[in-house]
């Protein structure tokens, strides 16, 4: 959550701008959620804010969708819509968004994913390949020819531990 202090005077910011990002996967908004606005609607009616509420702005045409990983759950949503993974593919998604911007070999994959070394590195190509058919055009594991994978430098990925 960004915070800005627009103006400061004497040391203390005069203003703050908060901006807050509420994801709905569903027709309602979560508990907490609903306690934030009715906090911010508590400091609106006392004078002490002003709220400016807006809708996020829908995504640009070719822009990628937004991958949300859900832990606790096991799920993931790609543009805010569930995506069946196995166990495994999951494990791999996660474990990928765990180390951005690091290239992992296949023996590496498999020794952090799958746990073990006795099958062929081209079990690591097969699950790689099944992601990218789900996810059709969202970039999000890119190949290093001649080293392994990683990250998708584009790719939109959130981590939610507790959801």
């Keep these: 959550m960004p915070v800005t202090a627009v103006e ?4 203390k910011p005069a203003a703050v701008t908060v901006t807050i990002d509420i994801p709905l996967t ?10 934030l606005l ?7 009616q006392a004078g002490d804010a002003v709220a400016q509420i807006e ?6 045409p070719g822009s990628p969708a937004k991958i949300t990983l ?12 569930l995506l069946p993974m196995t166990r495994l593919e999951f494990d791999l998604v996660q474990f990928l968004a765990d180390h951005p911007r690091r290239v992992f ?5 498999l020794t952090g994913v799958w746990g073990y070394e006795h099958t062929g590195e ?11 058919v789900k996810l059709g055009t969202v970039p999000l594991i890119t190949t290093v ?13 959130v981590v939610r531990p507790h959801e």
């Design 8 to 11: 400061r005077i004497g040391g």
């Design 26 to 35: 569903g027709e309602s908004l979560p508990p907490q959620a609903r306690r």
């Design 38 to 44: 009715e906090v911010v609607r508590e400091l609106v």
């Design 55 to 60: 809708d996020a702005p829908a995504p640009a």
């Design 70 to 81: 859900l832990l606790a759950s096991r799920q993931m949503l790609v543009g805010g819509e």
């Design 105 to 109: 070999s296949r023996a590496q994959l």
């Design 122 to 132: 081209r079990t690591v190509d097969v699950h790689v390949r099944r992601i990218r």
């Design 145 to 157: 020819y001649g080293v392994g994978y990683r990250l998708a430098d584009d790719a939109s990925i």
